[in-house]
């Protein structure tokens, strides 16, 4: 019911609303602490909101999100099939995506954005925190999304650049060769102005991780001779922010139940289940999204919280066995996996004798190793590259 409202009523609205026209100024002057003005981009702060911001980006490319570079290179390798609804993801899952998926538009794009973002970060930290470590680190992350092109995509992607006041500079092509070289420049300036061991170890596995693209075995392996087995460089993950904060692998695999851990795909892929090991668990209590495909899930990451490993000791631990065995002591090469293998008591691998034999054995070590942190996809296509195996072995 509306009750009508008597004349002194009506006088006494209409003087109350004159008053609050008169503090309409104070009302809307709002004090907000926490609000980011062009003042506050400014100078060292504004430095570090920049590097603060790109550390996010590169989060969101590498290990969280909806298209990050561990769950997209994870599916198009052997480390996961598809069990959704989506059939761009099931394309990938194919290797018959084209230029038209709606998926892998995203995933290139949030990667060039992070690479943009460091490196603009990075301007302003060399000029306004001199001295900083944040200088190292932006310079280390630059370099692996470099490390990403080179190992996901095809030849021939541009690196464009946005400054800070917004002006685009268009980049010219590069090869997979030209990438990985940018990416060693990226390390070396990191290495330069390392304040911390831990930006150190980070330029160094990165410079190595890149050498072993471009077929520089010793070299790669001098590089990380100094980073302890124990050492790990972590992007943080959280489950209490959005999407491009969580843990992309339990999001995919556990939560969503889109991501389905992979036995043996394609008859030649790693038997992550059937040969588990403490490296990688796995368990089946239920379908995928799409109610018709099994859900194996896997128990490296146990929930949205969950840290990803972007370089780390047991890495370089694996480089030096590569080395090793691209030199063809295969003595070394045993004795590497197995120092590694000890960590976790697990047996010892005896020599399989051939050097075939011993390729697969190394990358199915790297496989398990490596499991979920954006490298099974480069070390199939260094397979081909460098081992002369053909694409469908």
Request: glycine share 8%; aromatic share 8%; charged share 20%.
């Amino acid at each position: 019911m509306v009750r009508s409202i008597d004349r002194p009523a009506r006088l006494t609205l209409a003087a109350t609303l004159f008053l609050s026209a008169c503090v309409f100024d104070d009302v809307l002057d709002v004090k907000t602490p926490d609000l980011i003005t062009p003042d506050n981009l400014e100078g060292a702060r504004g430095a570090e909101l920049f590097a603060t911001g790109a550390l996010g980006q590169f989060q969101a490319a590498f290990a969280s999100g909806l298209s990050g570079q561990v769950i997209v290179s994870g599916l198009m390798a052997d480390e996961f099939h598809y069990s959704g609804v989506f059939p761009w993801w099931r394309q990938l899952d194919s290797r018959l995506a084209d230029d038209r998926n709606q998926g892998l538009a995203p995933a290139y794009a949030v990667l060039h954005a992070a690479r943009v973002g460091l490196e603009n970060a990075a301007d302003r930290v060399k000029e306004f925190l001199p001295g900083s470590s944040r200088l190292a680190e932006m310079h280390n992350l630059a370099g692996y999304t470099y490390v990403f092109f080179g190992e996901h995509y095809c030849s021939g992607v541009p690196y464009g650049r946005t400054s800070p006041n917004g002006e685009s500079v268009q980049g010219k092509q590069r090869s997979t060769e030209e990438t990985f070289a940018i990416a060693l420049e990226r390390f070396a300036v990191a290495a330069a102005a390392a304040t911390s061991a831990e930006q150190k170890h980070l330029a160094a596995v990165g410079t190595a991780r890149t050498l072993l693209n471009l077929g520089q075995y010793a070299r790669a392996a001098n590089e990380v001779a100094a980073v302890p087995t124990g050492w790990t460089y972590l992007i943080r993950s959280t489950g209490s922010g959005d999407a491009s904060q969580r843990n992309a692998v339990y999001d995919r695999n556990r939560s969503r139940r889109e991501w389905s851990l992979s036995d043996g795909e394609g008859g030649t892929g790693v038997r992550f289940r059937s040969n588990a090991d403490a490296r990688l668990g796995w368990f089946r209590t239920r379908m995928g999204a799409n109610n018709s495909t099994p859900l194996f899930e896997q128990t490296k990451y146990d929930s949205f919280d969950a840290d990803v490993v972007l370089a780390s000791g047991i890495e370089a631990r694996l480089i030096e066995a590569e080395a090793a065995l691209k030199a063809g002591d295969a003595a070394l090469l045993m004795t590497r996996l197995n120092a590694l293998r000890v960590t976790l008591s697990l047996g010892n691998l005896t020599d399989p004798g051939t050097p075939d034999a011993r390729i697969d054995l190394l990358f199915a070590e790297r496989a398990r190793w490596l499991f979920g942190t954006a490298h099974r996809l480069g070390d199939l296509r260094r397979l081909v590259r460098q081992y002369g195996r053909s694409p469908a072995a």
